[in-house]
Every structure is written in C-alpha cells, then in structure tokens.
C-alpha cells in the first residue's frame, strides 16, 4: 500500500503560482511512476500531468504545457506540481496518484493506471 497526502492548495488570483506538494509513505513509493489529476467541480477527474519513476520522462494535459511543471525527490518521497500563471478555468481539487508500476523511463496518463489516491487538495483562481 502508498499512502499520499497532498499540501499547497489556496486561493490565488489570476496570473499567480501555487506549487503543490504530494508526500509519500508506504511500500517504496519513490518506485512508482505517479501523477497529478483534478478535478472540477460538476466535471470528470482530468489527467494534470505525469512523471516516471526516474523522474526523467514527464507528460502534461495540453490545458497546462507550458504553465505547469511536475517534478519528484525520491530521497523525499515527495511529487511536486508547480503552477505557474494560473487561470480561473484551473479552479479544481487536485489529486495526486501513485500508479504501482516501476518501470524507469515510463509514465502514465490514464485514471485506470493509478491504484493509489491522496485526499486532494483545493485550488481555487480568483479573476
């Protein structure tokens, strides 16, 4: 089991950055490729953005290339998200995701990848 926990949520305005933490515990989570999703209230959970287990190989949701950067620490066992000229339409609560699989230079984008779920966290873009 991986248990995630998610920080960095609030309130900003448009144009602003928040950066977002996931912390890790549980069976080797800095093993795992992992992922950030979101979602609206109303709406389906999104895809955010994706990194592989190395850290090497990321993907992001065309809505946020560009503005939006994940990275990890494995000494931490932490994923960051850091948002940058941030938009109302990225109002949503953000989750982060553990995908269970372990290959080095692979990520994932899909829901049915990722077995393991933090709480979510708050993001909400002010006009």
């Known amino acids: 089991q991986v248990q995630l926990v998610e920080s960095g949520g609030g309130l900003v305005q448009a144009g602003g950055s928040l950066r977002l933490f996931c912390a890790a515990s549980?069976?080797?989570?800095?093993?795992?490729?992992m992922g950030w999703f979101r979602q609206a209230p109303g709406k389906e959970r999104d895809f955010v953005a994706a990194?592989?287990?190395?850290?090497?190989?990321?993907y992001y949701a065309d809505s946020v290339k560009g503005r939006f950067t994940i990275s990890r620490d494995n000494a931490k066992n932490t994923v960051y998200l850091q948002m940058s000229s941030l938009k109302p339409e990225d109002t949503a609560v953000y989750y982060c995701?553990?995908?269970?699989?372990?290959?080095?230079?692979?990520?994932?984008?899909?829901?049915?990848?990722?077995?393991?779920w933090g709480q979510g966290t708050q993001v909400t873009v002010s006009s």
């Open positions: 990194i592989s287990r190395s850290g090497g190989s990321t």
């Open positions: 995701a553990a995908s269970g699989f372990t290959g080095g230079s692979y990520y994932y984008i899909e829901i049915y990848d990722y077995p393991y």
């Open positions: 549980g069976r080797t989570p800095g093993s795992y490729a």
